[in-house]
């Protein structure tokens, strides 16, 4: 059965999976970062923990570390679907664009695994109507559309959370979050608006993107503002 996203879900992001007894207090789930493990495939087989896993495969080119042949890439995450506990995968929408994961969507679906099509912009914010016509399209490809931003200014993440609002209210499944200091809020602001998932590390100095708060600390601050 896939993940669940209907309500806001919290994923401790991890490429150990030994993470796991500590993020059951404060996580839904795991985002298990395969392009940061050593042996993801054999971690997997031997996972034996109680929270769900999102697998992620993210190539060096959308600020992963995977450096290989995306062939090669997809189907390590096509062979992720097989195993019990991985309820969803991420796919980058540029992939799903260009009909180079047509395989892993496929497998996936077979294995009822739900997919997020992701997008990341490292340098900036795009005006609204660029993340809307993004947005919508990675909705269109997957169980949820995920958009990650970077900001420099508060300014810059209204648009993001009008986005939000506007694309939930249409009845999509979203995840949204602003990247870097000035954006830092949005993690725990963004599920307010209808932001499906968010992300954080067990430990601080384990995160994987600019701007992320620990699990313990998102954990609290969303449950404050619901």
Same mark, same amino acid.
Request: charged letters at 25%; a negative charge; one cysteine or more.
């Given at each position: 059965m896939g993940m669940d996203f209907d309500a806001f879900t919290l994923l401790a992001s991890t490429a150990d999976l030994a993470d796991e007894?500590? /993020?059951?207090?404060? /996580?839904? #789930?795991l985002e298990f970062r395969m392009d940061l493990a050593d042996e993801p495939l054999e971690a997997l087989a031997g996972y034996d923990g109680e929270l769900p896993i999102l697998a992620t495969n993210r190539p060096t080119w959308e600020g992963g570390e995977f450096e290989g042949d995306d062939a090669d890439r997809f189907d390590e995450l096509a062979a992720a679907t097989e195993v019990e506990a991985v309820r969803a995968i991420d796919v980058e929408l540029e992939s799903l664009r260009a009909g180079d994961a047509d395989v892993v969507l496929e497998t996936a679906r077979d294995h009822d695994v739900a997919v997020v099509a992701s997008a990341h912009d490292f340098e900036g914010t795009p005006d609204e109507i660029e993340m809307l016509e993004t947005l919508s399209d990675a909705?269109?490809?997957? $169980?949820v559309g995920k958009l990650a931003v970077t900001a420099h200014s508060r300014e810059e993440t209204l648009g993001l959370l009008a986005v939000t609002h506007r694309l939930t209210a249409d009845g999509k499944t979203v995840a949204t979050m602003?990247? #870097?200091?000035? #954006?830092?809020?949005?993690? /725990?602001?963004?599920?307010?608006y209808g932001s499906k998932i968010g992300y954080a590390p067990v430990d601080p100095a384990d995160a994987t993107a600019p701007g992320q708060y $620990?699990?313990?600390?998102?954990?609290?601050?969303?449950?404050q503002l619901e």
């Open positions: 007894p500590a /993020a059951r207090e404060h /996580a839904d #789930g909705c269109s490809y997957a $169980d602003a990247m #870097g200091k000035a #954006g830092s809020h949005t993690r /725990a602001v963004a599920p307010v $620990d699990l313990e600390t998102l954990s609290r601050l969303v449950a």
